[in-house]
């Protein structure tokens, strides 16, 4: 697979699990940064940029729609892709996640080549970064 250039938010409050995801990422030199909530992933991408969000669901205090919801109403979030990942479908979560704006959803444990698949395929890095 070609170098993917782009920058990534890893965003799951189970941390053994995420950061094993942003070794991955990093061993495939992805750029990528790791938030264990909601809240400090929305302060994080006012300073870092991302490409494209990875962000579990079910979280304490924020959940991913709520973040979601948040990252979109920063000036620059507008329209970034965010993807949802989560082991948890129940009622109203496909909606919930339309209304949140997330461009795709993984079913965890996630299969990395998929996770590499979408990364490249809504993660196109500006160049002027």
Not at 49 to 55: G, R, T
């Amino acid at each position: 697979m070609n170098q993917i250039d782009a920058r990534v938010l890893l965003v799951d409050d189970n941390k053994d699990a995420v950061d094993m995801v942003s070794q991955f990422l990093s061993f495939h030199h992805i750029d990528n940064k790791v938030a264990y909530n909601g809240a400090s992933a929305v302060a994080l991408l006012a300073d870092w940029p991302a490409d494209i969000v990875f962000l579990d669901i079910q979280m304490p205090d924020m959940d991913g729609y709520e973040t979601a919801i948040a990252m979109h109403a920063l000036p620059q979030c507008a329209e970034l892709p965010i993807v949802a990942w989560t082991g948890w479908d129940g009622p109203g979560s496909r909606e919930a996640m339309t209304q949140a704006r997330m461009v795709w959803r993984l079913t965890k444990p996630v299969a990395m080549e998929e996770l590499l698949a979408l990364v490249s395929r809504f993660g196109s890095r500006d160049p002027s970064r």
